[in-house]
């Protein structure tokens, strides 16, 4: 991750690595599931260690939103 980008930034930004692009609604549901709503305009640096997980796993699922 990239200390300097948004949690909301790096979601979007990792999912366009994995070929998903556009998909705004997803990552915003993913964020809600995930309780990372109130997190998303929040540089990765100010996260603690295990809450900078929690953009990790919302990396992995919204590579695949069919999955």
């Given at each position: 991750f990239d200390p300097f980008f948004t949690v909301r930034e790096t979601?979007?930004?990792?999912s366009g690595y994995l070929g998903t692009k556009k998909n705004n609604a997803w990552i915003d549901e993913v964020m809600h599931?995930?309780?990372?709503?109130?997190?998303?305009?929040?540089?990765?640096?100010?996260?603690?260690?295990?809450?900078?997980?929690?953009?990790d796993t919302a990396d992995t699922a919204t590579s695949s939103p069919a999955a």
């Open positions: 979601v979007r930004l990792q599931n995930l309780d990372l709503t109130n997190k998303a305009d929040v540089n990765m640096r100010a996260l603690s260690g295990g809450a900078q997980t929690l953009p």
